[in-house]
């Protein structure tokens, strides 16, 4: 009887321990499984609502825990990020690259670019004077047209988006500048004296479809970069946000 005892004590204590092991293994299989490069693509194109036919990839990338996934079809530019290891789509974007429909909703809001930035100033409880608008573009967002906007003050960064048929804010950021004693309004020309440089360029008074118009730093220097289509012909240009000197420009009339 102690014998039978004992054997069923020891079959007992060996089934544990390779119940434990098979345990341990599935479990860091799982945790270990990475998607591959054409399962995160084509979880991209079912986001997107695509065939892979129809799309040409820009870009691909597996970064940290993720892949980064660039590519455009006739109308649109996709960006995505998904998680290597689950495919959770982490970010979505979605930009208009059809002339066409870019005329198409001009034509369609119900507020002008500068009625979009008074909304911003009122519903940031701002002053005109006290901001200076760094980034103003007309974009599609998750379905939704929208001017996409930055402003800065003295000490802090606004990203806020706005509606432009309903007029409502559907996202809006806030970060303080850390260097705040460094930064000077008026050290800048603003953006809307670069559209005006821009377009006395181009000798163009008629009213134009304006794609982008952003603050940025390229290569050390304080930008606007400045992007507007003008009868069916895309215009590109970089100014120095302080001087207002045209760094470069590119006109696109494919």
């Given at each position: 009887m102690k014998k039978q005892n004992l054997y069923a004590i020891i079959v007992t204590t060996i089934a544990i321990i390779l119940l434990t092991i098979v345990s341990i293994l599935f479990f860091n299989r799982n945790r270990n499984t990475v998607i591959t490069e054409e399962e995160a693509l084509n979880i991209a194109f079912k986001k997107a609502n695509v065939s892979s036919d129809d799309v040409k990839v820009l870009s691909s990338n597996k970064i940290n825990n993720k892949y980064e996934?660039?590519?455009?079809?006739?109308?649109y530019e996709y960006d995505l990020e998904i998680n290597l290891n689950t495919g959770e789509i982490l970010e979505f974007d979605k930009d208009v690259i059809d002339k066409n429909i870019i005329k198409n909703e001009e034509s369609n809001?119900?507020?002008?670019?500068?009625?979009?930035?008074?909304?911003a100033l009122d519903y940031l409880k701002l002053k005109e004077s006290d901001a200076t608008f760094t980034k103003s573009k007309l974009d599609l967002e998750n379905g939704i047209m929208v001017y996409e906007l930055e402003l800065f003050t003295n000490d802090t960064e606004y990203?806020?988006?706005?509606?432009?048929?309903?007029?409502?804010?559907?996202?809006?950021?806030?970060?303080?500048?850390?260097?705040?004693?460094?930064?000077?309004?008026?050290?800048?020309?603003?953006?809307?004296?670069?559209?005006?440089?821009?377009?006395?360029?181009?000798?163009?008074?008629?009213?134009?479809?304006?794609?982008?118009?952003?603050?940025?730093?390229?290569?050390?220097?304080?930008?606007?970069?400045?992007?507007?289509?003008?009868?069916?012909?895309?215009?590109s240009y970089e100014i120095n946000a302080i001087t207002g000197d045209i760094i470069q420009f590119e006109i696109d009339k494919n």
């Open positions: 996934i660039e590519f455009k079809d006739n109308q809001k119900n507020i002008t670019e500068k009625e979009a930035k008074k909304i990203e806020i988006n706005i509606n432009s048929n309903t007029k409502e804010i559907v996202k809006v950021s806030k970060d303080i500048i850390k260097n705040s004693n460094s930064v000077n309004n008026s050290n800048y020309i603003g953006v809307e004296k670069a559209k005006e440089i821009v377009l006395n360029h181009n000798n163009i008074n008629d009213s134009v479809i304006w794609k982008n118009a952003e603050f940025d730093f390229e290569r050390n220097i304080a930008i606007y970069e400045i992007e507007f289509y003008y009868n069916n012909i895309e215009y």
